[in-house]
């Protein structure tokens, strides 16, 4: 059953932006904090932001001031609006829930920073 679908990666340079989109269930989006994750290559996977039902927002201290996190209660949505993109934010970009279930893991969305 998947219930966390991630969308919106690419390649994009240095300096430019991109938006991510992550579909949840309405059981899941209704009942959490969402949040979003980034495995870069030959690392371990991290947390990178989080948002609250009440729209209450924290970021890693790497993505701060250029990430931001938000919510449509309508569509059971969540984005990560991405700017000022770096090589270093190059990964595989996933939702899920904070703290995560392993269950909830979906395929994520590759974002590749490069010239």
């Known amino acids: 059953q998947v219930q966390l679908v991630e969308s919106g990666g690419g390649l994009v340079q240095p300096g430019g932006s991109l938006r991510l989109s992550c579909a949840a269930s309405?059981?899941?989006?209704?009942?959490?904090?969402m949040g979003w994750y980034r495995q870069a290559p030959g690392k371990q996977r991290e947390w990178v932001a989080a948002?609250?039902?009440?729209?209450?927002?924290n970021y890693a201290d790497s993505v701060k001031g250029r990430f931001t996190i938000s919510r449509d209660g309508a569509k059971n949505t969540v984005y990560l609006e991405m700017n000022s993109l770096k090589p270093e934010d190059t990964a595989v970009y996933y939702c899920?829930?904070?703290?995560?279930?392993?269950?909830?893991w979906g395929q994520g969305t590759q974002v590749t920073v490069s010239s």
């Open positions: 948002i609250s039902r009440g729209g209450i927002t």
């Open positions: 309405e059981r899941i989006f209704n009942i959490n904090v």
């Open positions: 899920n829930v904070v703290p995560f279930r392993g269950s909830y």
